[in-house]
């Protein structure tokens, strides 16, 4: 007895797992018999689990684990927000050397704080120079923060950052590999950056690339060495459990101090500090681009889902005689619905075998559309583990839901009317029927929510691409200086020496063959802009009168191909003598001077008075002129924002970029620009260069990214729909081909069977084109964010999605529809 006892849960367990491989053998013959229903069916599901993998790879990467340094999710940066409505700055992310050591030695929230600043140095091999890619200066503690040690050498200590330390630097593998073809004898090599020896101690693993740098240079107390003391931005790792409002809490009381000792202008009356995790603001709004792309894969994967289903319950259906056998010999109905399952569950697993297959070869593609800078240079988007358990999780799931509404259907029919043969026509297969209907509606509207939002983002990419920004950015090439040596000059000799160096290398453009004409600017449109915020005598306002603003010389307008609308421009004699005049363009004009002339008014550039940069203080300028306006860069969009244009002399900024409208080759034109500037001043260097046209186009990649992940979703999505409609249509023909074979007898016309099943097939597609708007209507707050430049229930889009739905289902009940009026009626009637 004890014995036995002990056996039989041993043999009940044997039974059921030999139960399960019955079950198994007999799923696969039976997709074996219908293979092409089977390939179908494995086909829908594999583009629904390729486009889920890859979603899920996206972001899993890019949100959840991003970069591979220690405590990445507790590290935090943080700015001081200005809350008044007008006046000042907005808001600033970068501290100066006081400020950076109270935050630093007074907070009580960090376990560990460090500072850093962008940077660019000139390096000179002896035989040519070169600008390296953007580096950063950092406090010594940087490199122990990340918790990453060098691939080569050693790494940035404190004892680098003491003063007297010999000045030392890290490179990245990316630097390493381009510019210096992966020597692995260049460590301890003395380079000459920016006319300083710096000797090289470490190498960084491939791909790791902190602070978006390309070498790290250890911030010291030395005058003679890199310093913070021009600004720097701050990061801190909190303590455990803290959360970002203890953090803000805390900041807050220690800039409370500092306000009181700084200057003026570099607090405002009101502020308030913004704390913000350093991981979203890696990936800044590219998060909402994943999470677009996953609503749109989990709508897929559900149409994919009900596509299946689909052919799944009709499989059912037709084999009710059998399943009706199995169970008059003595089969359960929780056995017959396990089997149902197990066919759906390995199924799915052949759909999942070839969906992770075809994401591994998308995954790639997709990977290289994604634009430069959009992720980390750490984040590597690649199937691993977490992504494949989350594949096979959506697979499970997926076999559960298409299993579902056979299993559903089996264990609500009655099997005895299937014994008796009576079983033709009964209302059990009127409420399979039914079911199958619910999934076409179902699979239409989410076809027609899934091609609505992919519409609106195709609309708002049009407008955004071709919209007419107001000049022809074309041939405009602009390079960007680096006067380095000016910036230790006193304010007055720094902008004698500066517009003197403009004034000489405009008259050299000029003279260039091949260039139509040339200007300065402080940045190169559209894309780049300053702002001020606006002050207009006998004008007080509580608002932000926020303004564009250029400076420029006098050709600007001609490069750019913007007319004058009223008054003049700069003149010669306004640029030698630094005048204070402004040119205004049409919506300054409109805004500021809605029903009066605004030549002849003053106005003041409340950034000019800052006291971090050289412009002239409290200074108003008088509008001489209108121009047309063009357009900048908005919130996603192009919009014509006020803009005002002053003359360079005024001010001493310590960067110029110079644009030229020319047709030689940018690099020819590149080479010729660098001898010019060379010839004029050995000191200053090209720190930058390119086209408007290619930065127009580079900017693109973004919104052109997520056009093409959503259309192809879309697409995927259609076909899926008119597989379905075909599939159940077909179906449906071959359920009434007894009934068709009486209305053909009795004289019914071929037109009249065609119009039957096609009226059939739209009524299930105008059912679920109404569900698929209405839902659209409710997720429009959510295109709202993603979009611009379009209406979320833009008629053109909507009108455009229904009638190529309509088309394509219209397209798929055909076959079916002809295949019926085809039918020899004696041989119809004879199939009962």
Excluded at 475 to 495: G, H, N, V
Excluded at 684 to 705: M, N
Excluded at 739 to 756: C, F, N, P, W, Y
Aim: glycine share 8%.
């Amino acid at each position: 007895m004890t014995q036995d006892t002990k056996v039989a849960p041993r043999s009940r367990l044997a039974i059921l797992l030999d139960g399960f491989r019955h079950d198994f053998v007999y799923a696969s013959r039976i997709l074996t018999t219908d293979l092409r229903s089977s390939i179908i069916a494995i086909l829908a599901l594999a583009l629904g689990i390729c486009a889920s993998t890859v979603v899920f790879s996206f972001v899993y990467n890019a949100i959840f684990h991003p970069v591979p340094y220690k405590d990445f999710q507790r590290s935090v940066v943080f700015k001081i927000q200005n809350l008044a409505n007008a006046g000042g700055w907005k808001q600033r992310d970068y501290f100066f050397a006081p400020e950076v050591r109270a935050f630093r030695e007074q907070n009580h929230v960090f376990e560990e704080m460090i500072a850093y600043q962008g940077r660019r140095d000139y390096y000179n091999d002896g035989e040519f120079g070169r600008y390296l890619p953007r580096g950063a200066v950092i406090t010594a503690n940087t490199f122990d923060y990340w918790g990453v040690k060098p691939q080569l050498g050693r790494g940035i200590t404190p004892e680098d950052g003491k003063p007297g330390a010999p000045p030392v630097f890290v490179m990245s593998y990316r630097l390493w590999q381009s510019e210096f073809g992966g020597d692995p004898n260049l460590l301890g090599k003395v380079f000459t950056l920016s006319d300083r020896p710096t000797t090289l101690i470490g190498i960084m693993p491939k791909h790791l690339e902190p602070l978006a740098a390309s070498y790290w240079l250890p911030a010291t107390v030395d005058a003679s060495q890199p310093s913070l003391n021009g600004g720097a931005a701050l990061m801190g790792r909190l303590n455990p459990g803290v959360s970002l409002q203890a953090a803000s809490a805390d900041l807050d009381e220690i800039a409370r101090r500092l306000q009181k000792i700084a200057p003026a202008g570099f607090f405002p009356e009101k502020f308030a500090i913004i704390p913000q995790y350093f991981v979203d603001t890696l990936i800044g709004k590219f998060k909402s681009t994943l999470y677009a792309l996953l609503g749109a894969v989990l709508l897929l994967l559900l149409i994919a889902c009900s596509n299946v289903a689909n052919l799944l319950l009709a499989r059912a259906t037709s084999r009710e005689l059998e399943i009706a056998m199995r169970a008059v010999m003595g089969a359960s109905r929780g056995r017959l619905i396990r089997q149902l399952l197990i066919e759906s569950l390995l199924l799915a697993f052949l759909a999942s075998a070839a969906g992770c297959g075809l994401a591994f070869l998308f995954l790639k593609v997709l990977v290289a559309m994604i634009p430069a800078g959009t992720l980390p240079s750490e984040t590597l988007v690649h199937l691993n583990a977490p992504v494949l358990l989350l594949a096979l999780g959506a697979t499970i799931l997926t076999a559960l839901l298409c299993g579902l509404a056979p299993a559903l259907h089996v264990a609500r029919s009655d099997l005895q009317p299937q014994l008796s043969g009576s079983g033709k026509g009964t209302g059990e297969r009127g409420r399979s029927g039914r079911l199958r209907n619910s999934l076409v509606v179902s699979q239409v509207a989410l076809s027609i929510t899934l091609l609505v939002g992919a519409g609106l983002f195709m609309r708002s990419f049009l407008v955004l691409t071709r919209v007419d920004l107001g000049f022809n950015p074309k041939s405009i090439f602009y390079f960007r200086l680096d006067p380095t040596m000016y910036a230790q000059r006193e304010y007055s000799e720094r902008k004698t020496l500066q517009n003197a160096l403009t004034r000489r290398l405009l008259e050299e453009l000029r003279a260039l063959p091949g260039v139509e004409s040339a200007s300065e600017s402080v940045e190169e449109p559209p894309l780049n802009y300053e702002w001020s915020d606006t002050i207009i005598p006998g004008r007080p306002h509580a608002e932000r009168w926020e303004t564009r603003f250029e400076v420029c010389s006098e050709d600007y307008f001609r490069v750019l191909g913007v007319p004058l609308m009223k008054g003049r421009l700069f003149s010669e004699d306004d640029l030698t003598a630094a005048r204070f005049v402004m040119v205004v363009n049409q919506a300054f004009a409109h805004q500021y001077f809605p029903n009066e002339d605004p030549l002849g008014q003053r106005v003041k550039l409340e950034v000019l008075d800052r006291p971090f940069l050289g412009g002239p203080r409290n200074a108003y300028f008088e509008v001489v002129g209108v121009v047309r306006n063009y357009k900048t860069r908005g919130d996603n969009s192009w919009q014509d924002f006020p803009e005002v244009f002053i003359p360079y002399s005024v001010q001493a900024f310590s960067w110029r970029t110079f644009m030229a409208r020319t047709l030689l080759d940018a690099n020819l034109f590149l080479k010729v620009v660098s001898e010019k500037v060379t010839q004029i001043d050995p000191t200053v260097r090209i720190q930058a260069s390119g086209t408007v046209d290619r930065e127009l186009q580079d900017y693109y990649r973004g919104p052109k990214f997520e056009l093409v992940t959503l259309a192809a979703f879309g697409s995927v999505g259609l076909l899926l729909v008119i597989i379905g409609v075909a599939s159940v249509m077909a179906y449906s023909v071959s359920l009434r081909t007894h009934e068709i074979g009486v209305r053909m007898a009795i004289g019914a016309q071929q037109t009249s069977i065609v119009r039957l099943v096609l009226l059939g097939g739209l009524r299930l597609v105008a059912a679920g084109t109404v569900l698929g708007l209405a839902a659209s209507f409710a997720l429009a707050r959510f295109f709202a964010s993603q979009i611009s430049g379009v209406p979320v229930n833009d008629p053109w889009t909507l009108s455009a999605v229904v009638i190529a739905v309509v088309m394509s289902t219209i397209a798929a009940c055909v076959f079916p529809a002809r295949r019926a009026a085809s039918l020899d009626p004696l041989v119809a009637l004879r199939n009962q």
